[in-house]
């Protein structure tokens, strides 16, 4: 009998492990990042949530990155409306516990990376929960956050979505060799990277558009200004984006900069909602 038991505990957990991992890739693109280099402060937690996955970093107590993918809102979800919640939770999945009051009086905005207004409006109330997780939060400066950040994060679910069948995107911040620390040691980024891959309907990736922000912008800046390669991104993260991707295909794509099949100039001067 307990033979039997023990059989079936490890076929449920095999079950679950494998529904959990195919659950997490089909929240990223062309497979999970890989670290580019071997030092401890690159390793990662992953942590699926409804409608995005991150790789979360206990040492830097930051996401590293924030993959979820974005589709052109139809007009019931442009109409949904989700009050926005008061309060950012802790996340139990943590291991040392980030709160909501370890930013305040900072001089930091708690920014997400898996933004609330899309995530909610594609993937509904729980999936915004769950962008006000703090493992979904690191620290901007209010004119990044609210200006620069908002702009890039508004042209993306309203405008680039429009260009391709689907947009899958990776975000997240980017350090310096020693980092600042709060007082709670949350690690401050230096800058913060947003990469798009435009998608076919063939689910063939035909373009990809990245972005570097530092944390000292003014907020008026056109977007056009902090074009990047995907190439320059993993070069400063030190993670290898889309390594499933043809070798052929990812060489050409992470390599260009080419911002015209995203229609860029035309949102590039968009002023910010703040």
């Given at each position: 009998?307990?033979?039997?038991?023990?059989?079936?505990?490890l076929m449920l957990s095999s079950g679950w492990l494998w529904l959990e991992q195919h659950?997490?890739?089909?929240?990223?693109?062309?497979?999970?990042?890989?670290?580019?280099?071997?030092?401890?402060?690159?390793?990662?937690?992953?942590?699926?949530?409804?409608?995005?996955?991150?790789?979360?970093?206990?040492?830097?107590?930051?996401?590293?990155?924030?993959?979820?993918?974005?589709?052109?809102?139809?007009?019931?979800?442009?109409?949904?409306?989700?009050?926005?919640?008061?309060?950012?939770?802790?996340?139990?999945?943590?291991?040392?516990?980030?709160?909501?009051?370890?930013?305040?009086?900072?001089?930091?905005?708690?920014?997400?990376?898996?933004?609330?207004?899309?995530?909610?409006?594609?993937?509904?109330?729980?999936?915004?929960?769950?962008?006000?997780?703090?493992?979904?939060?690191?620290?901007?400066?209010?004119?990044?956050?609210?200006?620069?950040?908002?702009?890039?994060?508004?042209?993306?679910?309203?405008?680039?979505?429009?260009?391709?069948?689907?947009?899958?995107?990776?975000?997240?911040?980017?350090?310096?060799?020693?980092?600042?620390?709060?007082?709670?040691?949350?690690?401050?980024?230096?800058?913060?990277?947003?990469?798009?891959?435009?998608?076919?309907?063939?689910?063939?990736?035909?373009?990809?558009?990245?972005?570097?922000?530092?944390?000292?912008?003014?907020?008026?800046?056109?977007?056009?200004?902090?074009?990047?390669?995907?190439?320059?991104?993993?070069?400063?993260?030190?993670?290898?984006?889309?390594?499933?991707?043809?070798?052929?295909?990812e060489t050409k794509l992470e390599a260009t900069i080419d911002d015209r099949p995203w229609?860029l100039k035309q949102v590039a001067r968009k002023p910010s909602r703040y």
């Amino acid at each position: 009998m307990r033979i039997i038991l023990l059989v079936l505990t490890l076929m449920l957990s095999s079950g679950w492990l494998w529904l959990e991992q195919h659950a997490r890739d089909g929240l990223v693109y062309q497979g999970m990042p890989d670290r580019l280099n071997t030092g401890w402060q690159y390793w990662y937690r992953i942590l699926r949530n409804e409608g995005f996955v991150l790789g979360y970093s206990d040492y830097r107590l930051n996401p590293v990155w924030v993959s979820y993918e974005l589709r052109a809102l139809n007009r019931e979800q442009k109409q949904q409306r989700y009050s926005r919640p008061g309060h950012f939770e802790k996340d139990w999945r943590s291991i040392w516990p980030v709160t909501h009051d370890d930013y305040t009086r900072t001089g930091y905005d708690r920014g997400h990376m898996a933004p609330n207004y899309a995530i909610s409006r594609l993937y509904g109330r729980k999936a915004q929960l769950d962008s006000f997780l703090m493992t979904n939060i690191t620290p901007q400066k209010p004119n990044l956050n609210r200006k620069l950040w908002q702009r890039l994060e508004e042209a993306a679910i309203d405008h680039f979505s429009h260009q391709f069948y689907r947009v899958q995107v990776i975000t997240g911040p980017i350090f310096s060799d020693n980092p600042h620390r709060l007082k709670s040691l949350i690690q401050v980024p230096e800058s913060f990277y947003k990469v798009f891959v435009g998608i076919d309907k063939q689910d063939q990736a035909v373009s990809m558009l990245a972005f570097v922000m530092p944390q000292d912008v003014k907020g008026s800046e056109p977007l056009t200004k902090f074009v990047v390669s995907v190439d320059e991104v993993e070069q400063r993260t030190g993670y290898d984006f889309f390594s499933q991707l043809n070798d052929v295909q990812e060489t050409k794509l992470e390599a260009t900069i080419d911002d015209r099949p995203w229609n860029l100039k035309q949102v590039a001067r968009k002023p910010s909602r703040y």
